[in-house]
């Protein structure tokens, strides 16, 4: 049976090639037949994740959904019966980005009690491996339409935010009003490696913040340097 693909393009080229005869017709519809199964199922998991690399490379508002559907490729009915629009797709791909970064720390926070700069270097590297996703989040958050048309992932994340802050503030053993402003500069850290790979500069900034805290929090006698 011919896929959905082949089907819509079949149709499309139906008239034209009756015109030319049926011969040409069986020809043009076997090409479209081998198209279309070249073209593999997906799972909503893995259409999101396609959706965070080609959004993080072309910018949220330069990707419409025909050109996410041209760049995996897909029929875009398939993706339609994921989502019904390109504002449920970015408000997704958010969950979806959050939800890969907190299962990483999540599994690995607890090792850096008391241990400010080990706490730091282990989440940095966490974005590091994400850093295409985290891209993508900071274009939602920046984009001129964050308030109105990304409303609901942009909470969302300011909620996880908000609960990660006091979270790490406890492990490393910070007051939570001593440790928020500096965590808020760590992430500004974290927006600016994911836009420019300037890791050098990142190093630097990174290193300051510890110094800082290390001093305001009182602990800067009692963790061993690294």
Do not use: W
């Not at 009915?77 to 019904?84: E, G, I, N, P, R």
């Not at 760590?186 to 420019?196: A, I, K």
């Amino acid at each position: 049976m011919l896929p959905k693909k082949g089907k819509i393009i079949c149709a499309k080229v139906k008239i034209y090639a009756a015109r030319r005869g049926r011969n040409e017709f069986m020809h043009i519809n076997a090409e479209i037949k081998e198209e279309a199964c070249t073209v593999p199922a997906q799972t909503k998991e893995e259409i999101l994740d396609k959706c965070i690399g080609i959004f993080a490379e072309n910018g949220i508002e330069n990707t419409a959904v025909s050109v996410i559907c041209r760049k995996m490729p897909i029929n875009p009915a398939t993706l339609y019966k994921f989502f019904s629009s390109k504002k449920e797709i970015i408000s997704e791909c958010v969950k979806r980005c959050s939800a890969n970064i907190e299962t990483e720390l999540l599994s690995g926070m607890k090792k850096y009690e008391n241990d400010i700069r080990g706490m730091g270097e282990f989440f940095f590297e966490v974005v590091k491996k994400n850093s295409k996703g985290m891209r993508f989040c900071v274009q939602v958050f920046t984009s001129p339409n964050s308030e109105n048309d990304f409303n609901s992932p942009t909470l969302y994340f300011r909620n996880k935010y908000a609960v990660y802050s006091n979270i790490i503030a406890e492990i490393v053993g910070v007051d939570t009003k001593i440790f928020e402003p500096y965590f808020r500069l760590f992430l500004s850290v974290m927006y600016y490696y994911v836009l420019t790979d300037d890791e050098k500069q990142c190093n630097a900034q990174r290193l300051k913040i510890y110094e800082l805290l290390l001093k305001e929090g009182g602990k800067e006698k009692t963790e061993p340097n690294k």
